[in-house]
């Protein structure tokens, strides 16, 4: 009997120690403004992998498994994140209501980014990496993107095509450059709010990702604030208004919700002269909740976007006309017109079907765009060039003449330039109408088009196999159909174009008709088809204090093109299909954390990654011909990041060390040279390109009271060229002589000594400091002082190979192109190093159940000049030309620069109810 209650009273000490192992933390969180319960916040320990969401009534339970100091996370979709600090002694802790307030900076995060996408990135740049940081809470990222972003400032050097965006969890990366366009549903700034991301090699569960980090953007309505929010702004950056208005359903009837979103943003022109802003966006989406477990939904968006670029300028140019002169336009009939318009229209539809349960999550897929993105131009024939920036018309040609210089002529130069700085219409009219022209066009503005249909198909699974064990499944199929070419947009008062090459008299195509009038195609037209199957599989495992994960993906590439026009140049190898490009590949990434405390934890996350080029980089001159990069690789992408994680109560901050290197890289560039080994319009193809990206990174912030914030974030890396590649330039058959090109039209230059050259990736140094004051009463200000340096203007390749050293004339190595003469030439130029100060503030009201917000920005507050980021032109192909050009310390040739925007402001205006 003893021994039985003995064994009793045991068993039960047993049970209850076990239940006191396992505490639990319950409370409610609430909305502090309309004391409504917010639902889907999510809430987690600093340091823990798990987290729970609240219910309907705003409840929530998180288990914990031992005692000690932690810091409780609270974040819910436009409300300011939350962070308590708790200290578990054996005993269940009821927390009771949370308030949380609405987020008054949430203006910031959801305008400031998709201004940046728009001001600072063009065709020629292709640095929009930034825009995948809207979602993330990091201190680090959100500076990058906010203030850093004005200078081109790219997260690690990396490209966005290293970042993958979903919507709805379907991949949105363009199959030709492998990057994301956000104009596809620019304005949208409502409905984009509800994202998940994760930051560089981390591990994400609906895909293996890129190095960048990976954004997916939940879009369904159930995600999203129900009611109405109507908004206005006011800016002197890419446009001058916009206005948005949005209406979310909620969910009806626990089983139907739908939302509605509409912008509009305009400009006469922005901060550049001559940039006209015209866009639109119109979004619906309605979901159906067939159970508590089930959901589909159908997504529409419909985004058009308009607008007249800019072009990089010479020294010469800026000191001129300053850092707003754009030559791209001129006044037609008393109005601005800019002779490069880009304009995209891609609409797209989709269609989701979404399960979860307690141990599985479903989410399928599918997604269908097509549309149109055309590039305006004006082309010339037989006739001066147009552009009041030509080289024969600045005073440096005048400097620079190899008879010697001509001081009156480079005066008389320079007050041309100041008095016709513009593009003149009239006169390109009037040359299409002289009587010597007999109505053939000297002169055609026309269009660049890309027609392309998309059709994409994503299956992905998150299984938890036990408590310890999750299992992410994904499967994605895309087929893109892509038509391409040049259409006539108008004749600008002439009769005909006559469809040939000036440069060799040969046809664009021999069974056309050879004169083209308004609307017809002409130049070059061809299709472009690729296919990508994408398969990943992620095991993720947390144990005690360590939690990992293991990834792999396996891909399958292929590519071709498919010519509708026979070029004269390229008889045999122009019309009809191209030969099959296909990639197989296998990429491994994998990663740990070790958790120190609730406050302090570590991570080391790899990546092996083999990578298809994209199809910009496989055809060496898709216009005219069927002929590929020869031997092309997949690129081979190494890669490291170690970081420490601190979540004190009032300190939090994050520091990063990475190394990245990319090997087997291919580059396909388009210019003008002007050497020994000919004069033409050429492709140059870099093939064995490697780049090593190396660097640190740190973001901090302290709460020194409960209204005032500071920070501290910092990136010091290195960019820059691992290997000497390989370089083919290649010419239209008729572009250059037989004894220096093949029957292919190429010739083969050799190596490229670059290794060690800096990578033109934005500024390798930045920091910045910022305080913050948020007042009880709603209203906010915050300042950031930014420093930003290491930034290197990208280098010509070609002037670094061993034919740069040539005399065409005697075929000899030039006699003073000795090592030292040579360094001194091609020495890389680093661009100025600048500061810049930012301020940001803001008020809310609520006012009998209507929520009113207002939010201010002001960029670059100082008016500093800065150049952003700039590229040695590749015109001069040889030693005595460049030294030449250089010898009045004013070349004709000089690289050309992007200048960043002076003091610029952002207002805007909101009332939600």
């Known amino acids: 009997m003893i021994k039985n209650t003995l064994f009793l009273v045991l ?41 729970i969401k609240t219910n309907e009534f705003g409840e929530f339970v998180l288990k914990v498994s031992k005692n000690g100091a932690y810091i409780l996370q609270i974040s819910a979709i436009d409300f300011s994140l939350k962070r308590i600090p708790l200290f578990l002694e054996g005993k269940n802790i009821n927390l009771g209501a949370i308030l949380l307030e609405p987020d008054i900076t949430v203006e910031q995060s959801i305008n400031l980014v998709t201004i940046t996408d728009d001001e600072l990135l063009d065709d020629e740049v292709n640095s929009n990496a930034l825009a995948l940081l809207q979602s993330t809470k990091d201190i680090f990222l ?66 293996f990702g890129g190095i960048l980090g990976n954004t997916n953007i939940d879009l369904r309505p159930s995600g999203l604030r129900p009611g109405t929010r109507l908004s206005s702004s006011v800016s002197n950056r890419t446009y001058s208004g916009r206005l948005m208005a949005t209406y979310n359903s909620g969910v009806k009837n626990e089983k139907f919700a739908y939302i509605i979103s509409a912008s509009r943003r305009w400009a006469k022109q922005g901060f550049i002269k001559g940039t006209l802003y ?51 336009w001129g006044y037609q009939n008393g109005k601005i017109r800019n002779s490069r318009e880009r304009h995209i229209q891609e609409p797209l539809f989709l269609l989701n079907y979404h399960h979860e349960s307690k141990n599985i999550q479903i989410n399928a897929g599918l997604a269908y765009q ?20 030509y080289y024969r018309y600045l005073p440096s040609f005048y400097l620079n003449s190899p008879i010697g210089a001509n001081f009156e002529s480079a005066i008389q130069a320079e007050e041309g330039f100041i008095e016709n700085s513009q593009l003149n219409w009239a006169t390109i009219y009037k040359a299409n109408r002289s009587i010597g022209q007999n109505g053939e066009a000297a002169y055609v503005f026309y269009d660049d088009i890309v027609k392309d249909n998309q059709f994409t198909a994503r299956l992905t699974s998150n299984i938890a196999i036990d408590r310890h064990l999750r299992l992410d499944l994904g499967l994605t199929h895309r087929q893109l159909n892509s038509k391409n070419y040049a259409q006539l947009n108008d004749l600008l008062g002439a009769e005909y174009h006559r469809d040939i090459d000036v440069f060799s008299e040969t046809l664009n195509d021999i069974v056309s008709e050879v004169n083209k009038s308004n609307g017809d195609i002409f130049n070059y037209n061809y299709n472009l088809k690729g296919s990508d199957t994408d398969l990943f599989a992620q095991l993720n495992a947390e144990y005690n204090k360590v939690r990992s994960f293991i990834s792999g993906r396996y891909t399958r590439v292929g590519y071709q093109r498919n010519g509708l026009f026979e070029n004269e140049r390229f008889i045999g190898n122009s019309l009809g299909d191209s030969e099959k490009i296909n990639f197989s590949n296998w990429s491994l990434k994998t990663g740990a954390s070790y958790t120190i405390t609730g406050r302090h934890w570590v991570s080391v996350n790899s990546a092996y990654i083999n990578k298809a080029p994209t199809l910009q980089n496989i055809f060496i001159n898709p216009r005219e011909s069927n002929a590929t990069v020869p031997d092309i690789q997949s690129e081979k992408i190494t890669s490291l990041d170690v970081s420490y994680f601190l979540r004190m109560p009032k300190l939090t901050g994050r520091l990063t060390g990475f190394f990245t290197r990319f090997q087997n890289t291919t580059d396909v560039n388009f210019f003008f040279v002007d050497s020994g080994v000919g004069s033409d319009f050429v492709q140059e193809v870099l093939t064995d390109l490697d780049k090593l990206h190396l660097g640190t990174e740190l973001g901090m912030e302290y709460q020194l009271s409960s209204a005032v914030k500071l920070s501290l974030v910092a990136s010091v890396a290195k960019h820059v060229y691992a290997s000497n590649p390989f370089v083919t330039i290649n010419f239209d058959t008729a572009g250059a002589s037989e004894d220096v090109i093949d029957v292919s039209g190429s010739k083969f230059l050799g190596q490229s000594a670059i290794k060690e050259y800096k990578l033109a990736q934005g500024p390798q140094k930045a920091i910045a400091t910022g305080i913050e004051y948020r007042d009880p009463k709603y209203w906010w200000v915050s300042m950031t002082a930014n420093y930003l340096g290491n930034n290197y203007a990208n280098i010509s390749t070609i002037t670094k190979t061993q034919s740069f050293l040539i005399d065409p004339e005697t075929q000899l190595r030039f006699p003073d192109a000795t090592t030292e003469n040579v360094e001194k030439l091609l020495k890389q130029e680093r661009l100025d190093n600048f500061y810049l100060l930012n301020m940001v503030g803001g008020k809310s009201w609520l006012k009998k159940g209507k929520y009113i917000s207002v939010f201010a920005s002001i960029n670059n507050v100082f008016d500093t000049t800065f150049r952003t980021g700039g590229y040695e032109q590749s015109r001069n192909g040889n030693y005595g030309q460049l030294k030449q050009d250089n010898l009045s310390g004013n070349p004709s040739f000089a690289p050309k620069y992007w200048y960043g925007f002076g003091r610029t402001y952002f207002l805007n205006f909101a009332f939600s109810f």
Request: proline fraction near 3%; avoid cysteine.
């Open 142 to 207: 959100n500076r990058a993107a906010f203030d850093f972003g004005q200078a081109f400032f790219r997260v690690r050097g990396y490209d966005s095509q290293y970042g993958e965006v979903h919507l709805n969890g379907i991949p949105m990366n363009k199959m030709y450059d492998g990057r994301p366009q956000w104009n596809n549903w620019g304005g949208l700034n409502d409905v984009i709010r509800n994202q998940q991301y994760s930051n560089g090699l981390t591990a994400s569960d609906f895909t």
């Open 370 to 389: 097509t549309g149109i993105y055309k590039r305006s131009r004006l082309g010339y024939f037989n006739a001066p060039n147009p552009d009041p920036t």
């Open 278 to 328: 015209d866009s639109y966006s119109v979004y619906s989406s309605m979901e159906y909740l067939l159970n508590d477990k089930n959901t589909i939904s159908a997504t529409a968006i419909i985004a058009s976007n308009r607008r007249g670029r800019s072009s990089a300028i010479t020294e010469e140019v800026f000191e001129i006309q300053g850092n707003r002169y754009n030559p791209y």
């Open 11 to 51: 068993l039960f000490k047993m049970f209850s120690l076990h239940a006191q192992s396992t505490l639990s933390i319950t409370g409610i969180i609430k909305d502090r403004i309309k004391d409504e319960a917010i639902s889907d916040a999510e809430i987690f320990l600093e340091g823990e992998l798990s987290s």
